[in-house]
């Protein structure tokens, strides 16, 4: 128990505020001092977006909106911060300034849980520029991973078609930090629950587990070990039946079970962890039907992904469950999104705003505060995407919903079941072409006239400003 309160503890304080807000880099605070020297304090709005999808991904799955907040709602910087900021050369005005710290912006945002697409805001920030500029680094890191990690498991999640699938990948994600976001972010996605017992007591997520190969190597017998394990845990055992030889494994496996029913127990399951899952899992499914054990369920893991579940389950493998770990939990395929956030908009000195536009090659932005709305086919499934203008109206279903004010939460926050079900509801409305495995069409995300003519507009301006050709 004192181990479990350590590591709490530890998750705890590497969390909390006095740590939070020197987690950025090191040029958001130079070009905050620079701000603050020139005296810039106007407000700018600034997006949160990925820019494109990566290979053999159509869309993804947002997470990542709660921490964000809670984030937003807590920066500040202790003396300690501060005497550190003064040894790397910062100004004991700017430092004053940071002293009193907070966040008092405006924040838009998509729900967690909601399907988006390349170029859509995620968030929308307004705020004065230094606060803005500030928040970058956290926000692109946290939202980056935990809405890498939904759309890897939510892929995962599909390509088992209802079978249960459980996420083992703590041992391989890098630290305690992305080990409960990655609890976190599969079980949005629709996993059933997480090795993680400290995430199971924070978030509240199912904890699932079996044994490891050398609890059975630890005694003289294989069987002895089954036994001691079911002694412990009558009624939930699963037993890992592959350390020696699987078809052995199986037949010890049937032993305990039957000596378990002779108490009034049944045996959970047995697990399989390596060798061909499917050829495997077949004959020992007959074994235990053979044996009146029907009701044993198998649980596989070993080096799976969405591909190899897919793979089994064309291959009719009688695999009840699975148990995914590296590759789900560090999106091993595609370890990072190509997540953005910038500058859209600054203030006049009239207070109006003038939309802001980067034209860097493949690396244009669209300028402007912004809208996405979304249209629905007759059943309710996605139809296509619009991104407008925020003071445009639109037909379809506005994405984008103020979730602070003056740096004030303005949204109740659902609860992580709650987030859950809207994953799964926004999951089953994405037609089915775009949830493929491979060779997924491109989902229709258009920008609006009035949008496609301030960039032209913009595109002007800003060549004739910086006396550069059109393009």
């Known amino acids: 128990m004192w181990f479990f309160t350590l590591i709490m503890n530890a998750f705890l304080g590497y969390l909390n505020e006095k740590n939070r807000s020197l987690f950025t880099d090191y040029y958001e605070l130079t070009m905050c001092a620079a701000y603050y020297d020139n005296q810039n304090f106007e407000p700018a709005t600034f997006d949160l977006f990925i820019r494109r999808l990566p290979q053999n991904r159509s869309y993804f799955l947002f997470a990542g909106l709660e921490e964000a907040l809670n984030y937003l709602q807590t920066i500040k910087f202790t003396g300690e911060q501060l005497a550190y900021l003064k040894k790397q050369g910062f100004r004991a005005d700017f430092l004053k300034y940071l002293k009193n710290f907070r966040f008092t912006g405006e924040v838009w945002a998509i729900p967690e849980g909601t399907i988006a697409f390349p170029n ?37 999640v599909q390509a088992a078609q209802g079978k249960a699938i459980i996420e083992f990948g703590l041992r391989r994600e890098p630290g305690i930090d992305a080990g409960m976001k990655v609890a976190r972010s599969s079980y949005i996605a629709g996993c059933q629950g997480t090795s993680n017992v400290l995430a199971g007591m924070t978030y509240g997520i199912p904890v699932f587990g079996t044994m490891a190969h050398s609890f059975i190597m630890a005694y003289p017998k294989e069987i002895e070990a089954f036994r001691a ?90 695999i009840d469950s ?60 996605f139809k296509k995407d619009k991104i407008t203008l925020a003071d445009e109206s639109a037909d379809g279903e506005a994405m984008l919903v103020k979730v602070m004010d003056k740096g004030k939460l303005t949204y109740s926050l659902p609860s992580l079941n709650e987030i859950r079900s809207f994953a799964t509801k926004n999951l089953a409305q994405l037609p089915q072409k775009y949830k493929t495995l491979a060779n997924t069409p491109s989902y229709p995300v258009e920008l609006s006239v009035q949008l496609q003519n301030l960039m032209k507009m913009l595109k002007i301006e800003i060549a004739k400003k910086e006396s550069i050709e059109p393009v």
Do not use: H, W
């Open 322 to 381: 699975f148990g995914v770990g590296t590759k789900m939990g560090t999106s091993a395929d595609q370890p990072y999104l190509d997540v953005i956030y910038k500058l859209c908009e600054t203030q006049n000195a009239d207070k109006s705003f003038s939309p802001i536009m980067k034209l860097s090659k493949d690396k244009n932005t669209l300028p402007g505060r912004k809208q996405v709305y979304r249209f629905r086919n007759g059943d309710g499934s």
């Open 229 to 318: 394990f079911s002694k412990t845990f009558p009624d939930k055992s699963t037993l890992l039946i592959d350390t020696y030889d699987d078809t052995a494994g199986a037949e010890k496996a049937a032993v305990v079970a039957k000596e378990l029913a002779a108490e009034g127990f049944c045996l959970g399951g047995v697990r399989l962890d390596s060798g061909d899952l499917a050829e495997t899992s077949r004959k020992i499914r007959v074994m235990l039907d053979n044996q009146g054990l029907d009701y044993v369920k198998i649980f596989a893991s070993g080096d799976l992904d969405e591909y190899k579940v897919t793979e089994l389950l064309e291959k009719t493998a009688p």
């Open 120 to 156: 859509e805001p995620l968030l929308r920030i307004t705020a004065p520029i230094i606060e803005a500029q500030l928040i970058e680094t956290f926000l692109l890191n946290s939202i980056n991973l935990q809405t890498m990690i939904a759309t890897k498991a939510s892929r995962v």
